[in-house]
Each structure stands twice: as C-alpha cells, then as structure tokens.
C-alpha cells in the first residue's frame, strides 16, 4: 500500500541520478528504499526549470523542503518536551526556534557535507550565502524524504542521533543571547498591546556615554537598562519587560 502510494507521488520517470549522493548513505547510516527521494531532496528548483525552461518530469525538493520542515518542528519540539521535564513554553518555544532557524539549519547541513551533494543551476554560481540556503533547505527536504521512505518514528530518531546530537550542541546553543526586543514586539503584536522604547537619559562617564532605556507596553513602564549602546540598553530593558510578562523565562 505504502509503496503503491510513492509510487503515484513520485513516478519513476521523474528520477535524475544525483552521482554526488554516494556518501549518503554513510553519513546516514542506512540504506535508502526510495533512491527517488533522497534524489529529490537534493534537486534544486535551478536545476529543474534552468532558465525558467521546465525539464520534462523532474521535480524539485521543494515539496520535500516543505514536508521536511513540518517533521522538523514536532522531532524537534518532541525532543524539547522530554529533555527539559521543568521548563515552560517560553523556554522550549525559544529554543525550538533557535534549533530550526534558516542559520542554524544551514550550519548544520554545512557540517554535513549537504551542500556537496545539491543540484543546482549553473546560474546561481557558488556565492556563499545562496549555498548555505539551499543547504538548509536540502537539509529538511532530506528529513520529508526519510519521513516518506521510513516512517516518523524512523525518523525521529535519526534526526535526534545522527543529525542533532552530532553536529549541534546544546548546551552553547541554550546559551545563546535572545534577542528579547524582538520577542517583546512579537508578543505585544499577538496580544494587540503597543510597546514603546524610550530614552530616558544620556550619560557621560568620562569619554563615554551610557543610555538609559526604558520600555512602556501600553503606557506602562515594564523595564529599564543601561549601556554604552544604546541597543543593548534597549535589550536589557526588553529582557526585564519579556520576565515581567512572562514572555519568555528568566
């Protein structure tokens, strides 16, 4: 049943031998069913439509992409979930994102040698930023074509052993500074609260000036920080404001 329903999804006529994808199975761990998949997940759109020219049934990743991240976010938040037993949403929400954000995904599929392994068109040349884009997003197209050839449980555990436990850390990445001012405005913007950084007050300590600022969500004084810049200032009182309203944990 299973294979019958690939089979209609990704037809035989729509494979394109990938010879870069000989490692993968090495650095996966396993033998692939579906070959087909696993060449999709590594076929940029460039490739497929070369001057906006569609090549006749050849698909792209970028369905594979878009399955791949749904996959992404509930192995990931699954993981969160059990590993941190005491820790609220704003912590988990928080560090869900950072694990899957655009940068962290293409960190991750650099360490893997992804970007090696993608099809692209010949048009997009080899500019660093765009290849780390299409290796982040090979890398959750990668993760919907083993979701499709073997199963969520399959692949919740590969992308937690294989892929997460190996190439990113977590405790550096837990560690890493939120950027609460964005946070704040993103909560103020759901619960339609306005929010406001004022300057309150412009010191000189010697040959320097410190800022004093301050945020106000709906009038209200919620935080207040100082600094030598005037956006870490605003960070500061972000932060108080963000723990103040249960934003995010301190």
Not at 14 to 19: L, T, V
Not at 153 to 161: A, C, D, G, H, S
Not at 209 to 215: A, I, N, P
Request: glycine share 8%; net charge positive; charged share 30%.
């Amino acid at each position: 049943m299973k294979s019958t329903l690939l089979s209609k999804l990704f037809p035989s006529k729509h494979r394109s031998k990938n010879p870069k994808l000989k490692g993968l199975r090495t650095l996966l761990g396993f033998k692939p069913g579906n070959k087909a998949l696993y060449e999709q997940a590594f076929r940029h759109n460039s490739y497929v439509n070369p001057g906006n020219v569609q090549v006749d049934g050849v698909q792209s990743n970028e369905r594979l992409e878009y399955l791949g991240d749904a996959v992404l976010d509930l192995v990931v938040a699954e993981m969160l979930f059990m590993t941190y037993p005491t820790k609220g949403e704003g912590f988990l929400t928080e560090t869900r994102s950072k694990i899957v954000s655009r940068e962290k995904l293409a960190d991750l599929a650099i360490k893997m040698g992804l970007d090696e392994m993608i099809q692209y068109g010949k048009g997009l040349g080899k500019n660093r930023q765009v290849m780390r884009s299409l290796a982040g997003n090979a890398l959750e197209a990668l993760i919907g074509a083993i979701y499709l050839d073997k199963g969520y449980n399959f692949t919740k555990e590969l992308v937690i052993q294989k892929i997460l436990k190996n190439y990113l850390d977590m405790n550096e990445l837990v560690q890493v500074e939120v950027n609460f001012k964005s946070r704040l405005i993103e909560w103020t913007q759901k619960q339609k609260k306005d929010v406001e950084f004022v300057m309150l007050e412009e010191k000189l300590n010697g040959r320097h000036k410190t800022y004093v600022m301050e945020v106000r969500v709906d009038g209200e004084t919620m935080g207040n920080g100082e600094d030598f810049s005037k956006k870490k200032a605003e960070q500061l009182a972000a932060r108080i404001a963000c723990e103040r309203l249960n934003v995010i944990e301190s």
